[in-house]
Every structure is written in structure tokens, then in C-alpha cells.
């Protein structure tokens, strides 16, 4: 395809390859273990799921919390608990040595699991 | 440095045709393989989206065998 | 061997022109491409070693390269690269069982291009922008809590950090609102997707009629001029890759 596709074009070209890249990596949406990767590649899944289950309960929760119906205690609690919970989440991927990036979860507004 | 242009604008057009080959188009499986050992072992909904083990830095993909899958 | 699918077509009564242009173009490793026809569609595949089940990204290049060649002639729907068959019987049987889905897939793109939009921003500069007007919204986050503890300062941030992504998707439903309301006169399909990074807020792609390919590179040059703080890449046309919805069970 030695055909360029660009139309249009209004900014550093580089930043749209290394954001595009970024892309890319994420997206490929197959999973394969070999013998070589099976913890890693195990983990990855694993984790994947974990998080974006985390993440849907914590957004459930502000949106209690904000809501207002919760007492002091409770939200206490709560708040404790996501803690906890994402604590150990940083503890296990540090664990299989995995970034947000490998869990295709982009980290701030970007939720694109959800 | 116009050679570098040329060269990234052909990195662009390279990555946008990738992401549509390999994720775009029509699916004849509607399943994720998960395979272990060249095993098959698990099948996902395309629309849970799982990132790669094998991601394209190691320029490499994996392809599924949905011909098995369809009756 | 198997078979390797790289696309759907309408070949109508255009059966031997199908056939000189796949014996003009490779496949991948340099395979013989064939077609398998039924009624007026046909599926273009060629052999592909079994054993080779990690490929390289080279052979996603060829695929796509066989695919724009062949969009150049017919009007096709892409298929996802990978797609394995076991043999031209079992490609002529899904033919068959999904004749209707393909027909109306095909007709549903039929004259028209694929193009793809992506909008960046710098994430630093355009966030801190936002930050600044969600500030009085947080004064308002930390009436709700009476207490002062770890738990409720950590509750604190996070609520912040939600309604900072809020503050951001709802800047991003502006402009994607604002694209629509320009491109309305064209009628395109589109799909958006949004924030797919921090930096590429907007992921887009369109079909439309290929007549109106120019009116659309300026439709989308003039929102260009109108956004300073915004990068716009288009690229296109591409065979319609975005925009076939099959799934077989």
C-alpha cells in the first residue's frame, strides 16, 4: 500500500503515529497462551476482567455517594474498601509486571470498557 | 527530514490499514478463541474486548479457526 | 490446506472479469487467490499453510492489499484478516446459509467509501482547561462529607476524578455534536468513538456516497480551521471495513 491515504492533515505527524501505535496495542483483541507466556498471558486476561469490574463498582459507589443517601458509617466504609481494593489491584499487577496500558485500560476519562 | 515525513506518513496509513484488517470486517466467528497451548479452550463474545498477549510491537498476530466453529 | 478469506463481493454476471483481475494480484506468500461463487456473490480466498498459526504483520499487509485492489473493481465487504476455512466446500456453505446477510451488507455499502477521522488534542494543556471550570463543582464534592478521615479523603478524589471525566466526555459530545450538525447535508453513517487514549479524543469513521468524497474533505476542512487547539487526521477511502455487521453463529 505504497498509496498514501491522508487527506488531511493539521498536526505533527509523530503524534498521531505514537498515538495511533498506542492504539494498536491495545486493541488486538485475541489471547493466546504458549507454554512461553501461559502466566503472563493468564494474568493479563484475569486482570483485565478483575479491573473492569472494579471499575464498574466504583463508579457505582460515587454515584451512591454523591447521591446522598449513605451515612457517615457507611461511606466510611466504602471508602476504605475501594481503597483496599485498588491497592491490591497495583500489588498484583506489579506482581505479573503489567501496566494499565497491557489491561487496556486507559487510565482517567477514558473508559472505554465501560 | 522531508524523507522522515514521508516515512511517517506512511507509518500512518500502515497503522490505519492494520487496525482495520485486524479488527475490523466481517467476523465469521462471533467468538474470541482462547487457546492454550494451541488448545482451543475458551470462547468470548467479540464484543468483550481483551488485549493482545501477543501485541503488534512483537509484530506479531494470532489467528483464530473459526471454521471450526461454524455449523 | 486451508483457505484464507479476504472478502465478499457482488460479482453479478461480471464473472470473468473476477477472474482476470484475481490472476493479475498475489495473495499472501504469494498464493494463487480464487473465488467461490453463489448466485451473484462471491468470496475471494486463496491457500493458506495451516501450521502457520502466528503470522507476521507482513501477511496483514498483503491481506489488505488484495482487499483495496479488489475494492478498486467490486463492491465487497472486507473480512477480518485470520479468517480460516477448512475447504471450498465449507466456504461455499456459509455462502449459502448467509446469502441474505452478505446481499443486504453489500447493498448497504454499495458506491460508497470509508473514511476515518481522528481528532487529538494535547491532553496537558486542553484538560487543565477543564480542571479549572470543575473547581467550583468541587467545592460543592466535599459537602458531602462530614467526616474527616483517609477513607473520605480518598472518596473526596475520586468523586473529583469522575466529574473531571465527565467535564471532558461532555466537551467531546460538543464536538462530536458539532461535526454531525456540518456534515448533516452529506448523510453520512458514521460511528464515534470517543477518548479512545488521552490524547485522541475523537475516533470516527464515515461512510458516504463516493460522489461526495470532495464536499466531505472540505466539510472537514473548514471544522479544522474553526478548531486551533485540535489536530484532525483523515485518511480514506478505505473499503468498508467499519461498517459490516455479521456475525455468524
Known amino acids: 500500500m505504497s498509496e498514501d491515504k491522508i487527506l488531511l492533515n493539521s498536526g505533527p505527524i509523530d503524534d498521531f503515529v505514537g498515538e495511533i501505535e498506542k492504539l494498536e496495542s491495545s486493541a488486538t483483541s485475541r489471547v493466546n497462551a504458549t507454554p512461553d507466556n501461559a502466566d503472563s498471558g493468564l494474568a493479563k486476561l484475569v486482570l483485565t476482567l478483575i479491573e473492569l469490574i472494579r471499575k464498574l463498582v466504583e463508579k457505582q459507589a460515587m454515584r451512591r455517594v454523591e447521591g446522598g443517601s449513605l451515612t457517615d458509617d457507611e461511606i466510611e466504609k466504602l471508602g476504605e474498601t475501594l481503597m483496599k481494593l485498588e491497592a491490591k489491584m497495583e500489588e498484583l499487577k506489579e506482581i505479573f509486571k503489567l501496566t494499565d496500558e497491557d489491561l487496556n485500560i486507559n487510565l482517567g476519562p477514558l473508559g472505554n470498557l465501560m | ?71 | 490446506m486451508d483457505k484464507i478469506i479476504y472478502a465478499i463481493l457482488i460479482s453479478n454476471d461480471r464473472q470473468d472479469e473476477l477472474t482476470r483481475l484475481l490472476s493479475g494480484i498475489r495473495g499472501i506468500s504469494d498464493s494463487n487467490l480464487f473465488n467461490i461463487t453463489y448466485n451473484d456473490i462471491s468470496v475471494v480466498a486463496s491457500d493458506f499453510s495451516s501450521n502457520k498459526i502466528i503470522v507476521d504483520k507482513e501477511f496483514a499487509i498483503d491481506y489488505a492489499r488484495v482487499i483495496e485492489d479488489l475494492a478498486q473493481h467490486f463492491t465487497l465487504l472486507p473480512v477480518r484478516f485470520g479468517t480460516l476455512m477448512e475447504s471450498p466446500d465449507a466456504i461455499n456453505e456459509i455462502l449459502i446459509k448467509y446469502y441474505d446477510e452478505f446481499k443486504q451488507n453489500l447493498q448497504k455499502v454499495e458506491n460508497k467509501y470509508e473514511f476515518s477521522l481522528k481528532v487529538l488534542w494535547d491532553y496537558e494543556k486542553c484538560s487543565g482547561k477543564i480542571r479549572l471550570k470543575t473547581e467550583s463543582e468541587d467545592q460543592n464534592a466535599a459537602k458531602l462529607f462530614h467526616n474527616n478521615s483517609v477513607s473520605t479523603e480518598y472518596l473526596l478524589k475520586k468523586i473529583k476524578e469522575h466529574r473531571f471525566e465527565s467535564a471532558l466526555l461532555e466537551h467531546v459530545e460538543q464536538l462530536i455534536g458539532e461535526i454531525s450538525t456540518r456534515l448533516a447535508q452529506l448523510n453520512p453513517i458514521h460511528k464515534f468513538q470517543k477518548m479512545v487514549t488521552p490524547n485522541i479524543i475523537l475516533d470516527a469513521v464515515f461512510l458516504l456516497e463516493k460522489h461526495k468524497k470532495d464536499e466531505f474533505i472540505q466539510a472537514i476542512d473548514h471544522l479544522k480551521s474553526q478548531h486551533d487547539d485540535l489536530n484532525f487526521l483523515l485518511t480514506g477511502p478505505w473499503p468498508p471495513y467499519n461498517f459490516v455487521e455479521i456475525t455468524l453463529k
Not at chain 2, 524523507?3 to 485486524?22: A, C, G, Y
Not at chain 2, 503488534?56 to 473459526?66: H, I
Open chain 2, 1 to 71: 527530514m522531508q524523507e522522515n515525513v514521508i516515512d511517517q506518513s506512511k507509518d500512518i496509513t500502515i497503522l490505519e490499514i492494520l487496525d482495520r484488517v485486524l479488527n475490523k470486517g466481517v467476523v465469521l466467528t462471533g467468538d474470541i478463541v482462547i487457546s492454550v497451548a494451541d488448545i482451543d479452550l475458551v470462547y468470548l463474545g467479540v464484543k468483550l474486548l481483551l488485549s493482545s498477549v501477543e501485541t503488534m510491537q512483537k509484530n506479531k498476530l494470532n489467528t483464530v479457526k473459526p471454521s471450526l466453529q461454524i455449523k
